[in-house]
């Protein structure tokens, strides 16, 4: 019974005189039932809100572990990912080192095979040889024994005799029989190689060279140096800080001259200056502002550089730093000729001639690409072009074969492949093929007189002639003092001192003349 109903009873029933002590126990009882009441209404309320808690701190819990689970599986997915591209690059590698081994496995093979067949031919000549002696010797015995028995010389002066008159008979024949050997073998070695060069170089086509001369920025007008230069030169130091570039103003009509060594350097200079030229705005802020967008510009034209250059030759498994690097020989120059142009040729023409004596074509394609990587690698690093591009490309996990192919490419260390051989051969013939490099007229003419002084300082040569551009040397000697073998001789010799003493492109035919002439007038 609640509070009210006893009050209602109280209301309703007849009035009674209440002592104090009644009124006290009715008072109190109503005072408990009201107390009690009012704990279970706020007893009931608190289990209703800590019922509500329970509910939001459970569905929170929820939505909490739901984004735990949706990161867990994206982690998941890019872990998966990533090791899917490991196992795809890995399974790459794999196949290039298999073809490689494969490839050398085959070369080995096939030199196993020509040893095998040569010392079959030693032991078939020897065997020859060996009969024909000792029918010589039987034949010599008898006939000693002959002359002994008719004459009165004795056998070490019958000897001697015999060895003079054989010598002088077989004389001239042995000489012939050897110069047609050697002409022979020599002609057929040139005619392989001929053949083969031709073949390669006819199946690719390579354009013309660019002409390698200073940047130069055209102006719109003649106040645009006054605004390059900026107040008290204030911007042509900021731009030169900014770019590592020399800018020439001189008294050229609406031209300005961008000198560096660094090619690269001179092309964001290029871009930067042109930039701000059609912007307008020329002040310290603005120089290091379009400078840097135009570095950020070049890195990616050197990068679409490189990537182009391993999708023309369909390399593949090339590092991105190897390719970023290679995309920078683009704005480098060698003799005239473009680095990146001349890497492209080269590797063409490994994988070409390759293909011609029985080698992987891919590892030589990959060795002529990269075998003048060097050149775009920073100054800081002291060594040649070719040590510092193996070194490179070795830390980024390229095959020994193709390191040792980039290292030895001058000759710098001792070639370890047949590779490098080939690397050095397709570098060769792209460099001297005609109108690739441009040569300097005093170098050439220097490079002509010490050809001629070299000849004249042989013995017996009279005259010295540098004909067809330094291509070939033709030598007139004394006949009275050379003889045809002389002749042959000096020839060789020459050959060997041009070729240990002096640095030349391409080949240098030699021709050696002896010559005599009778004249008589009739009268």
């Given at each position: 019974?609640?509070?009210?109903?006893?009050?209602?009873?109280f209301?309703?029933?007849?009035?009674?005189?209440?002592?104090?002590p009644a009124v006290?126990?009715?008072?109190g009882t109503?005072?408990?039932?009201?107390?009690?009441?009012f704990?279970?209404?706020?007893?009931?309320?608190?289990?209703?809100?800590?019922a509500?808690?329970?509910?939001?701190?459970?569905?929170?819990?929820?939505?909490?572990?739901?984004e735990?689970?949706?990161?867990?599986?994206?982690?998941?997915?890019?872990?998966?990912?990533?090791?899917?591209?490991e196992?795809?690059?890995?399974e790459?590698?794999?196949?290039v080192r298999?073809?490689?081994?494969?490839a050398?496995?085959e070369?080995?093979?096939?030199?196993?095979y020509?040893?095998?067949?040569r010392?079959?031919?030693?032991?078939r000549e020897n065997?020859?040889?060996k009969q024909?002696r000792?029918?010589?010797r039987?034949?010599?015995?008898?006939?000693?024994?002959?002359?002994?028995?008719?004459?009165?010389?004795?056998?070490?002066?019958?000897?001697?005799?015999l060895?003079?008159e054989?010598?002088l008979?077989?004389?001239?024949?042995l000489?012939a029989?050897?110069?047609?050997?050697?002409?022979k073998?020599e002609q057929e070695?040139?005619?392989d190689?001929?053949?083969?060069?031709?073949a390669?170089?006819?199946?690719?086509?390579?354009?013309?060279?660019n002409?390698?001369t200073?940047t130069?920025?055209?102006?719109?007008?003649?106040?645009m140096?006054?605004?390059?230069?900026g107040?008290?030169?204030?911007n042509?130091?900021a731009f030169?800080?900014?770019?590592?570039?020399?800018?020439?103003?001189?008294?050229?009509?609406?031209?300005?001259?961008?000198?560096?060594?660094?090619?690269?350097?001179?092309?964001?200079?290029?871009s930067?200056?042109?930039?701000?030229i059609?912007?307008?705005?020329?002040?310290?802020a603005?120089?290091?502002?379009f400078?840097?967008?135009?570095?950020e510009?070049?890195?990616?034209?050197?990068?679409?550089?490189?990537?182009?250059?391993?999708?023309?030759?369909?390399?593949?498994?090339?590092?991105?730093?190897?390719?970023?690097?290679?995309?920078?020989?683009k704005?480098r120059?060698?003799y005239?000729?473009?680095?990146?142009?001349h890497?492209?040729?080269t590797?063409?023409?490994a994988?070409?001639i390759?293909?011609?004596?029985?080698?992987?074509p891919?590892v030589a394609?990959?060795?002529?690409?990269?075998?003048?990587?060097?050149?775009?690698?920073?100054g800081d690093l002291?060594?040649?072009?070719?040590m510092i591009g193996?070194?490179?490309i070795?830390?980024?996990?390229?095959t020994?074969?193709?390191?040792?192919?980039?290292?030895?490419?001058?000759?710098?260390?001792?070639?370890?492949t047949?590779?490098?051989?080939?690397?050095?051969?397709?570098?060769?013939?792209s460099?001297?093929?005609?109108?690739?490099?441009?040569?300097?007229?005093?170098?050439?003419?220097?490079?002509?007189?010490?050809?001629?002084?070299?000849?004249?300082?042989?013995?017996g040569?009279?005259?010295?002639?540098?004909?067809?551009?330094?291509r070939?040397?033709r030598?007139?000697v004394?006949?009275?003092?050379?003889?045809?073998?002389?002749?042959r001789?000096?020839?060789?010799?020459?050959?060997r001192?041009?070729e240990?003493e002096l640095?030349?492109?391409?080949?240098i035919?030699i021709t050696?003349?002896?010559e005599?002439?009778?004249?008589?007038?009739?009268?």
């Open positions: 019974m609640s509070a009210a109903d006893f009050a209602f009873l209301a309703e029933s007849d009035p009674v005189d209440w002592s104090l006290l126990v009715v008072g109503i005072g408990f039932l009201i107390v009690w009441a704990t279970r209404h706020t007893r009931r309320v608190a289990h209703e809100q800590a509500e808690l329970v509910e939001v701190a459970r569905r929170e819990a929820a939505v909490a572990a739901e735990l689970k949706q990161k867990a599986e994206a982690e998941i997915q890019d872990k998966r990912a990533e090791l899917n591209r196992y795809d690059r890995r790459i590698e794999m196949d298999l073809r490689e081994i494969r050398h496995e070369s080995l093979a096939l030199l196993d020509q040893l095998e067949q010392q079959e031919r030693l032991n065997a020859a040889i024909a000792d029918a010589i039987g034949l010599s015995k008898s006939v000693r024994k002959r002359l002994e028995g008719v004459s009165q010389m004795d056998a070490d002066e019958i000897k001697r005799q060895r003079e054989v010598l008979e077989c004389q001239d024949e000489r029989l050897r110069r047609a050997t050697l002409e073998s070695l040139q005619n190689a001929r053949r083969i060069l031709v390669a170089m006819q199946r690719i086509a390579s354009k013309p060279n002409d390698l200073a130069i920025v055209q102006l719109p007008n003649e106040d140096k006054g605004r390059i230069i107040r008290e030169g204030r042509i130091k030169e800080a900014a770019t590592g570039v020399t800018l020439l103003i001189d008294e050229s009509p609406q031209m300005v001259l961008l000198s560096s060594f660094d090619p690269v350097r001179r092309e964001i200079a290029r930067a200056l042109e930039s701000l059609k912007d307008g705005r020329i002040h310290p603005s120089i290091e502002e400078v840097k967008r135009a570095k510009e070049i890195d990616l034209i050197t990068t679409q550089a490189g990537e182009d250059a391993v999708s023309k030759l369909n390399i593949n498994g090339l590092h991105p730093e190897i390719i970023k690097l290679l995309g920078r020989l704005y120059f060698s005239n000729q473009n680095v990146l142009d890497s492209i040729e590797a063409f023409l994988s070409l390759a293909s011609e004596v029985g080698l992987d891919n394609k990959r060795a002529g690409l990269l075998h003048d990587l060097g050149k775009a690698v920073p002291e060594g040649s072009h070719a193996a070194e490179f070795k830390r980024y996990g390229e020994p074969i193709v390191v040792n192919a980039v290292a030895a490419h001058h000759e710098e260390v001792r070639p370890e047949v590779y490098a051989g080939l690397i050095i051969l397709a570098d060769t013939l460099a001297v093929r005609p109108g690739a490099r441009a040569e300097s007229m005093t170098n050439y003419i220097q490079r002509l007189g010490r050809l001629e002084k070299l000849a004249l300082s042989l013995e040569v009279q005259q010295a002639f540098a004909i067809q551009a330094g070939e040397i030598v007139v004394s006949p009275s003092e050379v003889t045809d073998d002389r002749a001789e000096i020839a060789k010799e020459l050959r001192r041009i240990t640095q030349y492109p391409s080949t035919k050696v003349i002896r005599s002439r009778f004249t008589e007038t009739a009268t």
